[in-house]
Each structure stands twice: as structure tokens, then as C-alpha cells.
């Protein structure tokens, strides 16, 4: 059974970059099908989805939220099975749990994150 | 990016109750529509997907219904394990924008 687990810093300086790793276990990361996101939520707040990437068979692909585009690179290496994510620049604004989870697609053309990581607070503050 | 507006933002219902949760998008979205619950201190769960769509192993009680702007998630009989906050989301194109959230509470 595939699971997911965040693992960085909790706490960034303002102006910093911000650094977290998805270590995925009982599956491959370059499985076929599957895009790996990063979304976060802050307290007593709503989700928001950063990003993802996917695609190794082709290369890889990634998109990100036009909102954080200039602050946000997600990369994998799939010889450790992880991705990560990078946000720089970070304010107090990016304080917030930080979810990895994979996308799948249960029904064609319909995808939707299937399994998440339980979640990492990352606080921003000097 | 296309905005989820979910209603109610909150509700409170009694067990055995049917509750309807409505989610309404800015744009068509056609059946494009996730449903997941979270509960507090947890990750998000998909519950629905593809707008109607049972995601294995969710209770039958829940459904999805709804397509183009319009849809909802309804819980036929409620039961305590399911207090919690659910939200909408779009996946019809990236980014994949969250509705508000419902938060659920039983009486």
C-alpha cells in the first residue's frame, strides 16, 4: 500500500526558502499514471493546491499555481523515491500545514489525490 | 483560476439525518468535481470523484450529484464518525482550486 510522508523543517525565516521532501514508500514515484502535488492549508483555513509533477516517462512535467509560480520549483528523484518542494521568498503568508499527496486517475480523464501525507507545520517567523 | 463556492459554510444535523452539501463553480466544469472529507488534526479524504463517483472503500451513505456549475454531496443517513469539514474541488484545470470547505457538526 503506497504512503506518503512529509519531512523538512518546521520553522523558516522570513525571506527564506522554504525546503520539504515526500518520501513515497510501498510503490514506485515513476509509476506510470500518477502526478505527485504539493497542497497546504493554514490554520482554521481552506486548501490550496501549489503544484505537481509527473510524467517521468516523458521527461517530466510540472505546474504550479500561477499565485506562487515565481517562488515554487517541485523536483524528484526517483532513485530515493522522493519529491520536493522549494518555496523562497517565504513571509509569515506561507505559514501553514504542507500536504504531499499523489493524484491518480480513477476514472479516464478524471483525477483526483487518492493518498496523502499526513502533513507537516512549517511556521514561518524570525 | 476557476473559484469553488461551497454552501452551507457550517451546518448542524442530527444522526440519521440526510444532509446536502451544495459546491458551485465560476465557470462549466462539466464532471470534474472532487469531494473530500477532512477531520481535524488529519489529511484530507477522497470521498467522490468525478463529480459521482464512490472512491473505494467510502461508506455508501455518501454521494455526488451535479454537472457543469452545480453539485452536491449528500449523506443519506449521518452518522457521528462523520463530523467533520468536506470540500470541493475542481480538477477540470490546473490549478485545482478548493471550495471554502462545510464544516459538519452533530448535535
Known amino acids: 500500500q503506497v504512503q506518503l510522508q512529509e519531512s523538512g523543517p518546521g520553522l523558516v525565516k522570513p525571506s527564506q526558502t522554504l525546503s520539504l521532501t515526500c518520501t513515497v514508500s510501498?510503490?514506485?514515484?515513476?509509476?506510470?499514471?500518477?502526478?505527485w502535488s504539493w497542497i497546504r492549508q493554514p490554520a482554521g483555513k481552506g486548501l490550496e493546491w501549489i503544484g505537481r509533477?509527473?510524467?517521468?516517462?516523458?521527461?517530466?512535467?510540472?505546474t504550479y499555481s500561477p499565485s506562487l509560480k515565481s517562488r515554487v520549483t517541485i523536483s524528484v528523484d526517483t532513485s530515493k523515491n522522493q519529491f520536493s518542494l522549494e518555496l523562497s521568498s517565504v513571509t509569515a503568508a506561507d505559514t501553514a500545514v504542507y500536504y504531499c499527496?499523489?493524484?491518480?486517475?480513477?476514472?479516464?480523464?478524471?483525477?483526483?489525490?487518492?493518498?496523502w501525507g499526513q502533513g507537516t507545520m512549517v511556521t514561518v517567523s524570525s | 483560476d476557476i473559484q469553488m463556492t461551497q454552501s452551507p459554510s457550517s451546518l448542524s444535523a442530527s444522526v440519521g439525518d440526510r444532509v446536502t452539501i451544495t459546491c458551485r463553480a465560476n465557470?462549466?466544469?462539466?464532471?470534474?468535481l472532487n469531494w473530500y472529507q477532512q477531520k481535524p488534526g488529519k489529511a484530507p479524504k477522497l470521498l467522490i470523484y468525478?463529480?459521482?463517483s464512490l472512491q473505494s472503500g467510502v461508506p455508501s451513505r455518501f454521494s455526488g450529484s451535479g454537472s457543469g456549475t452545480d453539485f452536491t454531496l449528500t449523506i443519506s443517513s449521518l452518522q457521528p464518525e462523520d463530523c467533520a469539514t468536506y470540500y470541493c474541488?475542481?480538477?477540470?484545470?490546473?490549478?485545482?482550486?478548493f471550495g471554502q470547505g462545510t464544516k459538519l457538526e452533530i448535535k
Open positions: 499527496a499523489r493524484e491518480s486517475f480513477p476514472a479516464a480523464g478524471h483525477d483526483a489525490s487518492d493518498i
Open positions: 510501498g510503490g514506485s514515484i515513476s509509476s506510470a499514471g500518477y502526478y
Open positions: 509533477i509527473g510524467r517521468f516517462y516523458a521527461g517530466g512535467s510540472t
Open positions: 465557470q462549466s466544469i462539466s464532471s470534474y
Open positions: 468525478a463529480a459521482s
Open positions: 474541488q475542481q480538477s477540470y484545470s490546473t490549478p485545482y482550486t
